[in-house]
């Protein structure tokens, strides 16, 4: 088999040969490429510097309880999600049938448009889906594993951990980490082409959000007609409060946990305040929203700052489109434009597809 660049960087492979892929991030866009690939004669290697997968579609474990404290749900409002999603079994899949409301700067809740559509979890957590999509690949996963440099030599990629351990050769490397991150993994490419620059340049103008999840655990529970509540006027330094136990299988009857999302802007000005002191002031707001003073007093809280939670843009396509003829893929929600699971599902899952297409020699 021959490796080498053309002149224009274009790879030269016999499409006979497995084409081996190295995927940086098993988010919902690593898992969905690796998925797109799974039967087209590919082998696929995920290095993941987590120790689960599924990236900020999270989920964690505590005290009989499961809460899913990144993204809350999946929507069916893209057409591969809502078709691939009961694909991978309906066993534990659960459609949160209450609504969301909404409420003002003032706190003033009201009911929303009920035109939600279908909230998708799991059971188990939101990380069902990545493992799901794993699950049915080949793909190996190698988690607690950060990737810190890429290089290209004789034609093909090789990543390098933290460790210094080295991964590839590789015909194709997708990387779906979010983009600042992505951004720092090509400043640290050692390839010389002209494509480069203009990728790290098209990678580093997508900024991010911050959120500050805090978790917060009530031994009662109240009934309410909603879900969750979104602040629609973006002024709250509440943005999202909603109630894990109406995912079956979450919170055990008769207690309830609040999972609430701080405004981008007191989620910076709070980053790194200690937790119990930024659950207090969660803690309040929720009361506050709520109506109800018992909120003041969780009886356990947790945390989790998600410093590049959700892009405020879509990167140029053009630059990011260029490197793939040299085999340098990227996926994920930034790719798409929008801060969505579905969106980077979709992102990582056509990403796959294309890498499928050369394989074939398309
Ligand atoms: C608080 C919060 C709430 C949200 N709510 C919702 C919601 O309700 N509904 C919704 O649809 N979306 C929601 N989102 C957005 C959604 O979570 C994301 O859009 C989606 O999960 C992005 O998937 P991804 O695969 O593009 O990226 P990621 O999930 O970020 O996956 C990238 C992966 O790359 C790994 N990685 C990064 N750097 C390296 C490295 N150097 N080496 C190895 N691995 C690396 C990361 O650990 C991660 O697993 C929310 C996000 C947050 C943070």
Known sequence: MSHRDGPAGSRDRESTEPIRVGVVGAGA???AAAYALRDAGATVTIVEKSGGVCGR?????????RYDHGANYVKDDDELAASLIPELGTEGLVDI????????????????????????TWSEGITQLAKRLLARTDAAVHRRTRVEAIDRAGGTWHLTDTDGADYGPF??????????????????????????????DAVDAVSYRTIRTLVLH???RESYPW?????VDKDHAVGWLSREECKSGHVPDGESLLVVQMSPAWSEAHYDDPLDDAAAA??????????????????????????YALPESGAETEPLRAVEAAGLYVAGDWVAGE?????????GYEAGERIRGEQAGE
Do not use: M, S
């Not at 879900?227 to 602040?231: F, I, R, S």
């Not at 009361?287 to 909120?295: E, N, Q």
């Not at 969505?340 to 992102?347: E, G, H, M, Q, T």
């Open 57 to 65: 579609a999270a989920t964690r474990r505590r005290e009989g309880c």
């Open 171 to 200: 015909d194709v490397v997708l990387l779906t980490p979010p983009a600042p991150q992505t951004a720092d993994l090509l400043g640290a490419t050692d390839w010389d082409d002209d494509r480069l620059e203009p990728l790290i």
């Open 29 to 31: 866009a690593g898992a």
């Open 97 to 120: 049938e209450e609504p969301v409301w909404t409420f003002d700067a003032d706190g003033e809740v009201a009911e929303g448009h009920g035109d939600d559509g279908r909230k998708w």
């Open 282 to 307: 969660a803690a309040d707001h929720a009361a506050d929203l709520l109506g109800d003073d018992r909120y003041r007093d969780p009886d356990w809280v947790d945390d989790q700052g998600w410093r």
């Open 339 to 347: 801060g969505r699971v579905a969106a980077a599902l979709r992102n």
């Open 218 to 220: 009530y031994p009662f």
């Open 227 to 231: 879900y969750g509540l979104v602040n």
